[in-house]
């Protein structure tokens, strides 16, 4: 069921919602009653907060930087791990991922996940992230990340996708993608030994219009004269959330 929002103080909720989709959907793909899981990239915890719920016997250990554009972050991932209930479960680690990834254990992990993190990373972040997920992963453990497509479906998704990454509309240009291919995701996770590999595409449903889009496009840190240019199309058709990619594998 499409979702138009053009409230600007039912933006956050609405997207919240995508992540409460997500979590449901990684939840079914755990494969243990119980154990250690490890998210990267986790943030304000949109992810880790709605998946921790979902699977109340797991401890999760959650990494990020917490710093540059996502400075301020960790203040707001412990407010709502308190919040939540979720401390005593939850232990952060203000750290680079591949600094932490090299400090852990073999065979340590349940699952290592993340949910958009793998656009903030290039081709080579990739393939050494992945080795590190496949590395600490349990035997049978699962590996699963989630991320927009950089495939959109209609000019709305277009335009969005235009915003996040033209260095001419946002002040925090990706490194090489919006998105990487959900099929090079694939080959990666082949190529480093992952097994029972599969892809879940998941429409967002999720169409922002009006003075919501103003307040939307700010969090992403799309400067204002991208407004300016489509203010027409904006106000009237939106931005539309480009569909979820889910792309996971087990560990042999």
Known sequence: MVQVVDDRKKVENAYARQYENLASEIANLVPTRSGILAEIGCGKGQLTIPLAKLLPRHQFNVVDTFSGAY????????????????????????????????????DKYAGVISSEFLPEIESYGLSMFLAECYRVARPGGLTVHSFLSPISRNRRQRLMIEA??????????PKEWFS??????????????????RIKKIESNLIIKSDAV???????????AFWKAHKLQLASEGLEVPDWVIVSGRKP
């Open 71 to 106: 400075s301020g972050t960790l203040r707001l991932l412990n407010k709502a791990l308190s919040g939540a209930r979720l401390k005593s479960r939850v232990k952060v680690h203000a750290a680079d991922y591949l600094d932490w990834l090299g400090e852990e254990f073999s």
């Open 164 to 173: 996040d990454t033209n260095p001419k509309w946002t002040k925090t240009p």
């Open 180 to 197: 990487p291919k959900p099929s090079l995701v694939l080959s990666e996770l082949r190529r480093v030994g992952f097994r029972d590999l």
């Open 214 to 224: 103003r307040n939307f496009l700010h969090s992403w840190d799309v400067r204002g």
